[in-house]
């Protein structure tokens, strides 16, 4: 799941993270942050954190090697030269996606 952490003082401005091991209750969403935050101060890779649903800005599902939602994944790819695309695209979580992106 991706989801979008800022800073208290300025809600507005923040980043947009993965979130692994996801756990959803009612409208607030638990898991734990899966990258290293560029902007956001007080939090990091590894963390327990939890978010209201509507502060999900993504989600993907993986059934039998293939993966559905992860449509932020489709803007990196695009965005990326076609060499280091091909090469992404062999691991995961592009592999997953490869099948509806450039080859």
């Known amino acids: ?3 979008f952490f800022f800073e208290p003082a300025t809600p507005e401005k923040g980043e947009h993270m993965f979130v692994d091991e996801v756990r959803v209750d009612g409208d607030i969403v638990h898991g734990v942050l899966s990258g290293t935050p560029q902007t956001v101060t007080g939090l990091s890779e590894g963390q327990k954190v939890s978010f209201p ?17 992860g449509h932020t994944l489709d803007v ?28």
């Open 1 to 3: 799941m991706k989801a």
């Open 53 to 69: 649903t509507s502060r999900v800005s993504d989600w993907f599902i993986v059934i039998a090697g293939r993966g559905q939602g």
């Open 76 to 103: 990196i790819a695009e965005r990326m030269p076609k060499t280091a695309y091909l090469e992404a695209s062999k691991h995961p979580p592009f592999a997953w996606f490869a099948w509806r992106k450039k080859q």
